[in-house]
């Protein structure tokens, strides 16, 4: 460490080096410097992708000193937040670090001084894809925020080595490709190979006295692997703080090849490498629904182990002791998939630091907190007794100690009543065995939370109802949110320029002073400039669409956009109703005065969900025939643009007119694309499901499209006995949509090919798209009508982006740190600099 130089340096800037300096022409030979020594090339045989390695190097550098001096803060006894993950889908790096540095004008003019194209170095960026959705998202919105708002922290989880899947569509078909984003490396990543952990899986455990004669556990594993962290920094908006993302690869023992080499089982040992090293190569691709792989719950443990034994490392370097763990950190579960953590602490408290269980279950208990992130079933995580048995030998031991505990409690309170007995139990008994690791979450942490108002409600009466009864001082709610830096300044560059024009820039870390832009609304000439804006943006997206997909939209048609995971829950295949609906009325009356519309959809399926890719497969199809039918040229376009990600994201929500957000009531936790849609001034058209909710009571009912059912609806229906085929029935015009696809009329004539989607929605309908069909389509009709008022179509845009202040991931940070962490901010300052240093 730089001690002899601590005492002769200031956080001033001494040398423009070409390290740290920020001038243009610094700027320019760094970028030079690294193209050389980094990339090893001359300018003239440079690849695109060689200068944007080159430019991520250099903006790297500059973050380094706020870096270390952050993670040298954090040693000096201050409390930090673990945000447990498996899933980081943090997106690309290169022009948030910008931003969050301030740079981006001067790093601009450099490289545009050094002959180059900065728009199309930031294209070369590969996004780490290593989330499947919402919940990865909302872990990297949470990251940013915890940096900017100066709260310690460290994010943990895996360094996959391939990501969710690209996606391409062929012949309509969803076809997964798999993601090679390491292929060309990662300048944002540093290894710390000499800060490794060996992680035990297997074998047995073994119940011994120890020297002193008290009766101990120790696990006799079968197989060590050792977790390497990488580290990414996570820089806030113009703070020194930079905290990390630490993630886990999996790599082989050496001592385990050796030993296999000696004997001559050199194959064997390269074996043994290659499984170890298995564990972390690939992200499961399903979103909400479990798959109970054992390579899943390796992942699992693997990564939660590694974090684990990285705290108690951290605790033990700065000679504070273990017992004070809970006060030291304030450890989150990003759902059940890191719930394994309650009995790994526990073990090495117990086992390892020989600390008595009382204790350490005080310590255990007072260290975790739980986010539920759904309430549908198919989503709890539970493995087989035998699987986890086989893997993991002593937290089972540890976790029928919890449970017996745990129940004694239960009998306690409520005694002769089996059926709670049996709901709590964190071992489902009701058929094949199965460990439940909500319950584990839940009985192991102090605080649980679901993540809008309505799921946190839901929770408590549904899902979680018996905990809740339990320990209802327990349950709170956090509603999600998102960072405006990465979904308003980092991909609304020209809204945020005008909104910053008016009211100054101090929204961008206190959301809520959008809210000064309400008076605004009754300005004309700043309606005039916000739809312009509105256009332009559309425009890129237009252009996007006609390069990637050769189909030409309008701009000036009405962009209705549904972007998010293909799920029957959050009705895709609704919208796609709606878009036949359109279709068959602009067929039906060809004079018909109707609101132009493009009709845009994106998102992934899990490989193995095949009602999800007939969806897909449907819009493609539909798109198919309206876009080449030349009775409905220019007043409706359908696109399903591919591979939905963070980066097309980037330019999808600041384009939207219309956001749909058409799930079935009480099924969609949360949703956090609602936020960004509405925070880029799109219009909402919704059920009254997770975060829509609050969004409405925000923006007010007036600017807001509702329909559908609610949740008590829904469940009353379903009490009642919900018959699909009737609203089918009755419902003229719903029955020559369904009736359209199932004449094969979208799909060369093959009847059978929708088959499998028309039956379930006629005689299932899980989702009660049938029911909310009429509601759906009337409310779009409000929609169409309120669009050609175009002033006050524009109004209705200011006061959503006005409004949107609740919905910024620093309240959500806000409300964890105060409610559930107990955590304060501890500004870095820049104090031990390298030479040269700003
Ligand atoms: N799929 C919810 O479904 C929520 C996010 C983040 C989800 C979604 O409504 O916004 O989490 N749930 O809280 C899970 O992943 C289990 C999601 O992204």
């Known amino acids: ?256 090849d050796f030993q296999a080499f000696n004997i001559g089982d050199y194959y064997g040992a390269v074996d043994a490498k290659i499984v170890s090293e298995n564990l972390t190569k690939i992200l499961y691709p399903n979103d909400e629904v479990i798959q109970g792989k054992e390579l899943r719950l390796q992942q699992q443990y693997f990564f939660v182990s590694c974090a684990l034994q990285d705290m108690i490392r951290l605790l033990l370097s700065t000679e504070v002791s273990l017992e004070t763990f809970h006060q030291q950190f304030a450890v989150q579960l990003n759902d059940t998939h890191p719930a394994i953590g309650v009995a790994e602490l526990m073990r090495l408290l117990v086992d390892e630091h020989r600390i008595d269980w009382d204790k350490a279950w005080h310590i255990t208990q007072n260290t975790f907190a739980f986010t ?113 830096r990465r979904w308003m300044v980092l991909s609304n560059p020209r809204l945020t320029r005008l909104i910053t024009e008016k009211i100054g820039d101090r929204w961008i870390t206190h959301l809520d002073d959008l809210r000064k832009l309400e008076t605004l609304a009754d300005d004309a000439s700043f309606r005039q400039q916000w739809r312009q804006i509105k256009q332009e943006t559309k425009g890129d997206l237009a252009a996007y669409i006609r390069k990637k997909l050769d189909i030409i939209v309008d701009p000036k048609s009405l962009f209705d956009i549904q972007v998010k995971r293909i799920h029957e829950y959050k009705r895709q295949h609704l919208n796609v109703l709606h878009v036949i609906t359109f279709y068959n009325r602009l067929k039906h009356d060809r004079d018909l005065d109707i609101t132009p519309r493009t009709f845009i959809f994106g998102g992934k399926a899990a490989p193995g969900y095949f009602m999800a890719k007939l969806i897909i497969k449907l819009i493609v199809s539909v798109a198919n025939i309206v876009n080449n039918d030349p009775d409905v040229r220019d007043r409706m376009k359908v696109v399903f643009i591919p591979d939905f990600n963070v980066t097309l994201g980037q330019r999808i929500y600041p384009a939207a007119d219309l956001s749909e957000q058409i799930s079935t009531a009480g099924k969609e936790a949360s949703g956090t694309g609602n936020m960004k849609f509405a925070l880029n001034g799109a219009l909402t058209i919704g059920t009254l499901d997770g975060a829509n909710v609050e969004i409405r009571e925000e923006v007010g009912a007036e600017n807001f499209f509702l329909f559908g059912l609610t949740t008590e609806e829904v469940y009353g229906l379903k009490a009642r006995g919900y018959r699909p085929f009737d609203y089918y029935n009755q419902n003229a015009e719903l029955k020559a949509v369904i009736d359209l696809i199932s004449s094969g009329f979208f799909s060369h004539g093959d009847v059978d090919l929708f088959k499998p989607l028309i039956d379930n929605l006629l005689y299932r309908d899980d989702y009660m798209l049938l029911a909310d069909y009429q509601s759906y389509i009337d409310t779009q009709e409000k929609v169409s009508q309120a669009y050609r008022d175009r002033e006050n179509w524009t109004r209705m845009s200011i006061l959503n982006v006005a409004r949107m202040g609740k919905f910024s991931s620093d309240r959500s940070i806000r409300e964890y740190a105060q409610k559930i962490w107990k955590v304060e901010p501890v500004p870095v300052e820049l104090l031990q600099l390298c030479p040269g240093g700003q």
């Not at 002959?115 to 780490?128: F, H, R, V």
């Not at 997964?176 to 060309?184: N, P, R, S």
């Not at 986890?388 to 505990?405: A, K, M, S, T």
């Open 1 to 256: 460490m730089n001690a002899p130089l601590e005492d002769s340096l200031t956080p001033q800037i001494r040398v423009e080096d070409d390290r740290t300096g920020l001038s243009i022409t610094t700027l320019r030979s760094a970028l030079a410097d690294n193209l050389f020594y980094i990339q090893g090339k001359f300018p003239g045989t440079a690849t695109k992708n060689d200068y944007y390695m080159a430019l991520a190097y250099t903006v790297r550098d500059r973050l380094l000193q706020r870096w270390l001096n952050t993670t040298q803060t954090y040693r000096k006894n201050v409390k930090v937040v673990c945000y447990l993950s498996a899933e980081f889908l943090i997106g690309p790096q290169l022009v948030n670090n910008l931003i969050n540095l301030g740079i981006y004008a001067k790093i601009r003019q450099a490289v545009e001084e050094s002959g180059l194209s900065l728009q199309e170095l930031i294209e070369q960026e590969e996004e780490p894809g290593l989330g499947n959705g919402g919940l990865g998202r909302l872990a990297a919105c949470y990251l940013d925020s915890l940096s900017t708002l100066e709260i310690p922290a460290i994010g943990y989880g895996i360094r996959y080595e391939f990501g969710i899947f690209d996606q391409e569509i062929r012949d309509g078909w969803q076809v997964e490709i798999t993601d090679k984003w390491l292929q060309y490396g990662n300048p944002w990543e540093i290894a710390r190979p000499e800060e490794y952990v060996e992680v035990k899986f297997g074998g047995r455990s073994e119940h011994y006295y120890d020297e002193k004669g008290n009766y101990r556990v120790r696990w006799i594993p079968d197989r060590v692997v050792k977790g390497v962290p990488y580290d990414t920094p996570i820089l806030g908006y113009q703070v020194n703080t930079a905290n990390t993302l630490r993630l886990w690869k999996a790599e082989a023992i050496e001592s385990f």
């Open 372 to 484: 539920n992130h759904t309430l549908l079933p198919e989503a709890l995580e539970k493995w087989p007794i035998e699987l986890f048995g086989r893997l993991l030998p002593r937290h089972l031991e540890i976790i029928y100690e919890i449970n017996q505990r745990f129940l004694d409690r239960v009998r306690m309170k409520y005694p002769r009543d089996l059926g709670k007995l049996s709901r709590l139990s964190l071992i489902d008994e009701s058929g094949e065995r199965y460990v439940r690791m909500a319950n584990l979450a839940c009985v192991g942490s102090h605080a649980i939370n679901g993540v809008a108002e309505l799921h946190t409600e839901l929770l408590k009466k549904t899902v979680l109802k018996d905990f809740y009864e339990f320990f209802p001082e327990k349950f709170a709610n956090v509603t999600n949110g998102v960072t405006p």
